[in-house]
């Protein structure tokens, strides 16, 4: 599957609506890719190559680059058009103000306070655009003590709650592997905007014939907090803080890393019916039939005598013999997955989240398919990334015209 022609492309769920994204790097870009996904017109603003650099977003040099430019930004700019204006100037920000007066939604995610030094604040666009959203994603929100603190989600994940229990007991925090806090927030941005169109459709007057716009507040440390489950309740109500557990799931039983002969697996065998089935088949019908272990509090007394049972039996097996005989008896199991693995395995072939896109300049690069799976709607990748400014003539030329 490649990027689709226009010819080919079904109806889309977010046709008609036209965004302008300013964000650089991955948050605010992030929530543009999703929206251009399922068929918004994205159009991202670039700042000019100088004499301090190339110009355009910073993650076009991020990570391993072809040609110069990162393979990384054939995913997150996917779908999107390429429009170089410097901000900095009066002409730039006149020309990005045209057309945010055209648009629906308009993306930053810049240190609070940067836009209306601008001249670009909501309040001023809004006058002219009464029925714009504005999806502001910040390390710490627009208000608060804190919001002109730079934010990244390095810290945003500590903030919010979830790098303190990244890590194995008694050891240093470690982070992901890949920016969660941009991630998360992105996503929570998107829900956002989708939120405030209905909220705009359902405000249609004649007063308002566009319906009214708002802003979409979105700080990083708070959509990682969003995502801590019991953390803070747990706190409040009984004065416990949750300590970092490894791999394992405190408070529910079992669900674990386990080694094997020639790697691990993670199991989770915490529903009571599925703890029988997973005891029976390694080979414990005393644990299965045991009746403290029945219910997960049982079972989370235990939970080291029951790691220990299923890692006994881990251990003298391959991978593969644990994940075809648990899978056999429908306990969640699966091997751990390098990109290796994710690009070669037949479920993210026939679910086409393994699609391959031609560049610019000719190389073939797999990026991730669209998620959620619309069924009337689909979200689809219709174009590559651009390069830098190459839509300038043509958006700007159709603006004036």
């Keep these: 599957?490649?990027?689709?022609?226009?010819?080919?492309?079904?109806?889309?769920?977010?046709?008609?609506?036209?965004?302008?994204?300013?964000?650089?790097?991955?948050?605010?870009?992030?929530?543009?890719?999703?929206?251009?996904?399922?068929?918004?017109?994205?159009?991202?603003?670039?700042?000019?190559?100088?004499?301090?650099?190339?110009?355009?977003?910073?993650?076009?040099?991020?990570?391993?680059?072809?040609?110069?430019?990162?393979?990384?930004?054939?995913?997150?700019?996917r779908n999107k058009q390429s429009v170089v204006l410097d901000l900095r100037t009066d002409e730039g920000r006149e020309a990005v103000r045209h057309l945010i007066d055209e648009a629906d939604v308009v993306i930053e995610?810049?240190?609070?306070?940067?836009?209306?030094?601008?001249?670009?604040?909501?309040?001023?666009l809004s006058r002219s655009n009464p029925g714009l959203i504005m999806l502001r994603i910040s390390g710490y929100g627009q208000t608060g003590p804190y919001r002109e603190r730079p934010g990244f989600a390095v810290v945003a994940e500590a903030m919010g709650g979830m790098r303190y229990l990244n890590a194995e007991p008694g050891r240093v925090p470690v982070r992901a592997g890949v920016s969660l806090g941009d991630t998360l927030a992105a996503l929570h941005g998107v829900i956002g905007v989708l939120l405030a169109l209905q909220a705009r459709h359902a405000s249609v007057s004649e007063a308002a014939p566009k319906g009214r716009g708002q802003v979409v507040d979105v700080a990083l440390y708070e959509a990682v907090f969003n995502c801590m489950e019991s953390l803070l309740p747990e706190y409040s109500a009984f004065g416990a803080v949750r300590q970092p557990a490894g791999s394992a799931l405190p408070g529910i039983a079992p669900s674990n890393a386990y080694p094997c002969a020639d790697g691990m697996v993670v199991i989770?065998?915490?529903?009571?019916?599925?703890?029988?089935?997973?005891?029976?088949?390694?080979?414990?019908?005393?644990?299965?039939?045991?009746?403290?272990?029945?219910?997960?509090?049982?079972?989370?007394?235990?939970?080291?005598?029951?790691?220990?049972?299923?890692?006994?039996?881990?251990?003298?097996?391959?991978?593969?013999?644990?994940?075809?005989?648990?899978?056999?008896?429908?306990v969640p199991v699966g091997r751990i997955y390098s990109a290796r693995d994710i690009a070669e395995d037949p479920h993210y072939q026939a679910r086409e989240m393994i699609v391959p896109v031609?560049?610019?300049?000719?190389?073939?690069?797999?990026?991730?398919?669209?998620?959620?799976?619309?069924?009337?709607?689909?979200?689809?990748?219709?174009?590559?990334?651009?390069?830098?400014?190459?839509?300038?003539?043509?958006?700007l030329g159709r603006r004036r015209s």
């Design 268 to 330: 989770g065998g915490n529903g009571d019916s599925i703890f029988k089935r997973l005891m029976i088949a390694i080979g414990r019908t005393d644990l299965s039939a045991d009746a403290e272990l029945a219910t997960n509090p049982g079972r989370v007394k235990r939970v080291g005598e029951i790691d220990e049972a299923i890692g006994a039996w881990t251990a003298k097996r391959p991978v593969g013999e644990v994940v075809d005989v648990l899978n056999a008896v429908s």
């Design 109 to 124: 995610n810049f240190k609070p306070g940067t836009m209306e030094k601008w001249g670009l604040g909501f309040d001023e």
């Design 1 to 77: 599957m490649n990027a689709q022609t226009s010819s080919s492309i079904p109806p889309q769920a977010l046709a008609g609506i036209k965004v302008i994204e300013l964000g650089q790097l991955i948050a605010g870009p992030f929530a543009g890719k999703t929206l251009a996904d399922f068929g918004a017109e994205v159009i991202k603003i670039e700042p000019p190559a100088n004499e301090a650099g190339p110009g355009g977003d910073p993650l076009r040099q991020w990570r391993m680059l072809h040609q110069g430019t990162s393979v990384w930004w054939q995913v997150q700019s």
């Design 358 to 395: 031609t560049t610019h300049d000719g190389l073939t690069v797999q990026v991730p398919g669209v998620i959620p799976k619309l069924s009337a709607t689909p979200g689809l990748i219709t174009r590559r990334a651009p390069t830098l400014g190459e839509d300038t003539e043509r958006v």
